[in-house]
């Protein structure tokens, strides 16, 4: 026995087993002390609001009186589940506890401030993101598929004559329509076809009317009134977005570093890993 | 952006006003846009009326049969793929809209126990303490099986299992549906609406589960949406859906309802009594007519178009058939299942009753399980997740291993491909004809039934009828301004006058598909239905059979290439019907179809160098049907 007594496993467990009686003398003593529950007037209002969403109408007094009877007993039972070490190594209360810290550290993070040469280097960096798609104006007088070549460049003269008819009177009816304002590269595909796509972003915006281009539908005479190569749109056009770009990108950045300190604070080991 | 583009049309007549080209430029082009765009209309607004397309039938891991199939993809997730984004199947593979971002796309969850299964897997949630659920996500098949068999079982019946059903979570879920919806609407670019699926299924005895005839419906909300979704489990009967939205419209939400799979809904959807046996009448009659004006014709489980036993002498009629109920290798009754014969049911009805139950429009969707639908026969992942998700489970290819289909096992899997996945289809996209991509527009189009469905190309065709159409309406540049003003689009009554009236059937080819090989005119009346060819590619015109001559399209099997012979870009035709006859009631709907393509079940076996499964058609001609135009005589 006295042998025993000098083994520092058994000091480690008569240390442990102390601190653990006084733990949980602490723990009792502490809900001896804090023996109140209260039920605030915030508490009633959120759950008469939350019965009103759930039910379509007002608690009644009978209906308050029983809600809050089952509060001052979850509260009740809680304390004492708790009291008792119940809540340690139940994975539902654990993943709830870790969601609730996550939320807490996400309010807790700082909401950076960024400067203007901040919000450049991240426009620079992700210039993809502020790039707008190619894109083309036009007006086209389509042809059917029956006709023929020499219809397109009769219809071509009578387009750019010094003194042309209205356009929308020429050429066959269009199903869909005869003029497309900033139309994006991939909708240019998507109603008229690969090849009709490219033939137009091909071409040069003109006063004069061009074609005919060829689409999977007939042939289109096509006056193309801008063309939009897709650029990089400017820093200043795009500010605003670049500064909610960069808020959302700080916080969640902020926010895995708060939790990275914290997992930082303990030691990790697992069983199995190298 | 359209502003901008009047403003430029505006500045060029005014450069051409100064003398750039003319000093008689027209000066009444700006003032006689083709479309006058009202204020805080959208870019893109046209008062003739775009062509927008999506799918309003779309599942996520919130439905309890997609979960239960390893989907774990969100209404997020759908949003995302609609708009060009890629997401995973369960199977491991990325999935990729074909054909490029759609114009809209709703999230229909099914109503019954939605986002149950997910609790019931989550060790957060105390759902997944109940037995049913340690059975239902153990490894056993036939504790799975039972567990989940007893969750169709109760959504069939509508009897509640108690422990299952947390209507406060199943509330917040269904929040959480209307939110993503809200967050992904983009008024001018993208829309969706608040929507769910309401499962109801006829009972047959001798089957257990979910098994039993399709009444399923997906509800759409115009704008506000409820706090709380009228499922199976409220009632199955449809009609006490129908005084749910009769109530909620009541109080200022508006909603249709979209019923599809009526092929397999063993005659039931289209049945010429009520849900509970009783004769309809009038009132029945107003009431479904208010509640589910359009009905989907196509998807991933077939076609209900027509049957070819009710249609002999439609040579296009066995199209996609797919006929077993639900979970089960009963064969649908025909008669009561079928779009075409529901029409003509209506008629009658009309004629000697005075009413018709059946005036709706078409609408096509893929019924995706997996969050995104596979509408290209290129591409093609079928609908429910990790038991059709590769070409063997769906009979498309061999069993692994095997590459003559005479040594195919005999097996579960190679039995639910013969009688369920392969049979299935690339199918569908419901085309609108809508002044601009918003909610209130697209809807607006489903109350007008200003609709067209297509089993997966994005082909677009107009449909008019009236009395005045001339050859030079048809030549016209404005032909959908006139064609608008001097008569009625798909959708749409049009009462007559004595004469006969003529009809505009106008299509155009989808670029990224395959040519128009004929539109059609299907004409059915309280007597008989009857198929006439109206335009036929290559400048040809029909026979006095009604029938285009061959266009010389053809199909390498081998390959899957194809020549397009004169298939065509576009298909426009004036039409009067040669049987007319005044006085009769008829029932006018398009038909358009394209060149014969390989079907998909022929591009997964050519890819994986097996003959195809010698039980599939090798070939499939895509096509388009729109909402008919209901001719109505003179009093």
Redesign the interface.
Known sequence: MRQLLREPLVHFIIVALLVFAGHAAWTSHVAARNGTITVTQEDMQRMAALYA??SGALPSQADMAAMVSDKIRDEALSREARRLGLDAGD??IE??LAQKMSFMVSDLADTPEPDETTLRVWYNAHTDAYTAPPSV?F?HVFL???RTDADTTTLLNTLN??????W???????????????LPF??T??????D?AAALFALDAS?AWQGPVR????LHLVHL??KDEGSLRPFEEVRSRVEADWRDDALRTANETAIANIIKRYRIRIEGAE | MWKTLTLVTTALALVACSGNKSDEAPADIAATPESTAPDGATPGYSAERNAYFGDMHIHTRNSFDAYIFNVRRTADDAYRFAKGETIKHPSGFDMTIAGGPLDFYTVTDHAEYLGILPAMNSKDSPLSELPRSKDMFSTDPAKIQAAFQGVGASVRSGDKIAEMYDEPLINSVWGQNIAAAEKYNEPGVFTTFSAYEFTSVTTEDDEGGFGGGNLHRNVFFRGEAPDRAFSTLDSTNPEDLWDWMDAQRADGRESIAIPHNSNVSDGQMFRLETYNGDPLDAAYADQRNRNEPLVEVTQVKGTSETHPDLSPNDEWANFEIYDELLASNIVSKTNGSYVREAYQNGLKFQEEQGFDPFRFGMTAASDSHVAGGAYAENDFWSKIGIVDGLPFQRGSVPTPGITDWADQPDNQTTQSAKHWFSRWSASGLTGVWAEENTRDAIFDAFRRKETFATTGPRMKVRFFGGFGYTADTLNATDLAKQAYAGGVAMGGDLVGTGEAPNFIAWAIRDANSAPLQRVQVVKVTSGGEAVYDAACSGGTTPDASHRCPDNGASVDIATCTTTDGTGAGELKALWTDPDFVPGQRATYYVRVLENPTCRWSTWEANRNGTPPNPDLPTTIQERAYTSPIWYIPPA
């Not at chain 1, 004559?161 to 209205?166: G, H, L, Q, V, Y």
């Not at chain 1, 595909?189 to 690969?194: A, E, H, I, K, S």
């Open positions: 969403s759930e994975t539902i993943r709830r104006t007006e059917s598929t029956d004559a010094t003194s042309p008819p209205d929308r009177t020429l050429g066959d009816p269009f199903i869909l329509q005869r003029a497309y304002g900033d991939r909708e595909v998507r109603l008229f076809g690969t009709f006063d689409s999977a539908l007939g009134v801008a």
